[in-house]
């Protein structure tokens, strides 16, 4: 089956300090999510990705699709401390129903 | 527009019992999913759904049964409760290719 490694799996920052996520698989994907889970909720979806190459900015967050279409990137510029919580990527092949997700990424910033 | 609704939002089972998670979107989304959340695992997919009538298993589908008689509802039923399925369940559903809207999770202890 198909390995997705996230990382890293948890960041420890200072408030205003920009962060970088990524993941890495080693199936080829069509479509790349990432998402955002707050303590006691759901994830929530931030970016999504649909071509090999393509950067997307969303605010301060900004994701691309990797050429190889294996990996993806999030960045989150100038932190604040709603910024905490778990992010997820979560890539998939176009027209299959199921979502797999990373490991997550948990981020703790320190005001 | 609630969205994805699930309940119970926390549930309490002894060994053995019976239960059913609730699941049900006013989206007319025809995709919906079960995902069960462990510390340390991201989301792991359980079942899934591609329209009414239709189902399928995910990556850890054993204990579990789902159906799918209604675009809206999505039940989940544990058969005979185990410790180890003690987690927070999630259910997502969506439309298209977009990426899925999750519910705010069920979180079951099984004694």
């Known amino acids: 089956g198909q390995q997705l490694n996230q990382s890293p799996q948890s960041m420890f920052i200072q408030e205003g300090e920009d962060v970088s996520m990524n993941c890495t698989s080693s199936s080829i994907f069509n479509t790349w999510l990432w998402y955002k889970q707050d303590p006691g909720e759901g994830p929530v979806l931030l970016i999504a990705?649909?071509?090999?190459?393509e950067l997307t900015s969303n605010g301060r967050l900004t994701a691309q699709f990797g050429i190889t279409r294996k990996d993806s990137f999030l960045n989150i510029s100038a932190s604040i401390p709603s910024d905490v919580g778990i992010y997820f990527c979560?890539?998939?092949?176009?027209?299959?129903?199921?979502?797999?997700f990373g490991q997550g990424t948990r981020l703790t910033i320190n005001p | 527009n609630a969205g994805v609704t699930q309940t119970p939002k926390f549930q309490v089972l002894k060994t053995g019992q019976s239960m059913t998670l609730q699941c049900a979107q006013d989206m007319n989304h025809e995709y919906m999913s079960w995902y069960r959340q462990d510390p340390g695992m991201g989301l792991r997919l359980i079942h899934y759904?591609?329209?009414?009538?239709?189902?399928d298993q995910g990556e850890v589908p054993n204990g579990y049964n789902v159906s799918r008689s209604t675009t809206e509802d999505f039940p989940l039923r544990l058969l005979s409760a185990a410790p180890s399925q003690t987690s927070v369940y999630f259910c997502a559903s969506r439309s298209g290719n977009y990426g899925y809207t999750f519910g705010s999770g069920t979180r079951l202890t099984v004694v």
């Open positions: 979560a890539p998939q092949v176009q027209g299959a129903q199921k979502l797999v």
């Open positions: 759904s591609v329209g009414a009538g239709i189902t």
């Open positions: 990705l649909y071509k090999a190459g």
